[in-house]
T-cell receptor, first 116, second 111 residues
């Protein structure tokens, strides 16, 4: 199998605080992980690509200082939303690429972030 | 050129009917075309995928039809069930590129 988990599944935080979201590949090693955000009734928007042991590559328009990504091991990537504001409220989803097969991407269950 | 256009935006089908969702792409370098199913509050799950060297792939009630010359592909759900009610996304990619998603289709199957 290929299972990707995310923690937490839901988080509510106050404006100005930081929130960390974890993405883990449970039964495979992932050299590449991806972070997406999804607004209600919209498609997934890629935020950044994270490679183990190197800096993340951010998509145009995504603030790298606001969305800190760390991919410290082959099974764990973290997304930290710093100084969160209500407009950062969204559904954040990670995916992990299994091995060298670029087309084998497995998605996590998502994290609902609400900033009050 | 990286876009994938998906239609319709929403679809209502009666139980037992056929659901058809269409996608079109521009980038001829794309060589992998997956479909994802997403339930509310959940991450997308891979449903079925196809490569351009075949024109059709079937897995159970789900079939992908692929037309390389027209740069179009579609998902057919046979004998649609209420449990199939979800949002469906088509996508496309190639080696070294990111997954490019369609806009999504919200499918409702009435009992």
């Amino acid at each position: 199998g290929a299972v990707v988990s995310q923690h937490p599944s839901r988080v509510i935080c106050k404006s100005g605080t930081s929130v960390k979201i974890e993405c883990r590949s449970l039964d495979f090693q992932a050299t590449t992980m991806f972070w997406y955000r999804q607004f209600p009734k919209q498609s997934l928007m890629l935020m950044a690509t994270s490679n183990e042991g190197s800096k993340a590559t951010y998509e145009q328009g995504v603030e790298k200082d606001k969305f800190l990504i760390n991919h410290a091991s082959l099974t764990l990537s973290t997304l930290t939303v710093t100084s969160a504001h209500p407009e950062d409220s969204s559904f954040y989803i990670c995916s992990a690429e299994k091995g060298q097969l670029y087309y084998e991407q497995y998605f996590g269950p998502g994290t609902r972030l609400t900033v009050t | 050129q990286q876009q994938v256009k998906q239609s319709p935006q929403s679809l209502i089908v009666q139980k037992g009917g056929i659901s058809i969702i269409n996608c079109a792409y521009e980038n001829t370098a794309f060589d992998y075309f997956p479909w994802y199913q997403q339930f509310p509050g959940k991450g997308p799950a891979l449903l079925i995928a196809i490569r351009p060297d075949v024109s059709e792939k079937k897995e159970g009630r789900f079939t992908i039809s692929f037309n390389k010359s027209a740069k179009q592909f579609s998902l057919h759900i046979m004998d649609s069930q209420p449990g199939d009610s979800a949002t469906y996304f088509c996508a496309a990619m190639t080696s070294g590129s990111r997954l490019t998603f369609g806009e999504g289709t919200q499918l409702t199957v009435n009992p």
